[in-house]
């Protein structure tokens, strides 16, 4: 069965940086979009940012301009690098794969969360 692995996560001051890495346990074929969602305590879980097999990005507006999202097709990985954070960038972040299958039929991979805590 394949998991997606996270890392990166943990506890940075306001106005810095931390980068996040998921990757699945086992090659994914047929790859579509890849992305990144984050859930605060009390709150739904909301996306902050994807990017297509293509390369196009979409961002939530509370992120634009200080997270990055990008792939590496190659290694099946997504990363998100975060900078400028606030302390309401604290959440669990979780990442998203979408398998595209033949039929047009989809599934989603989720990893298990990382905790990210921004202190002001």
């Known amino acids: 069965q394949v998991q997606l692995v996270e890392s990166g996560g943990g506890l940075v001051q306001a106005g810095g940086s931390l980068r996040l890495s998921c990757a699945p346990s086992?090659?994914?074929?047929?790859?579509?979009?890849m992305g990144w969602y984050r859930q605060a305590p009390g709150k739904q879980r909301e996306l902050v940012a994807a990017?297509?097999?293509?390369?196009?990005?979409n961002y939530a507006d509370s992120v634009k301009g200080r997270f990055t999202i990008a792939r590496d097709n190659a290694k099946n990985t997504v990363y998100l690098q975060m900078n400028s954070m606030k302390p309401e960038d604290t959440a669990v972040y979780y990442c998203?794969?979408?398998?595209?299958?033949?039929?047009?039929?989809?599934?989603?991979?989720w990893g298990q969360g990382t905790q990210v805590t921004v202190s002001s």
């Open positions: 998203n794969v979408r398998q595209l299958f033949l039929s047009g039929n989809t599934r989603d991979y």
């Open positions: 990017i297509t097999s293509g390369g196009t990005t």
């Open positions: 086992k090659s994914i074929f047929r790859i579509n979009d």
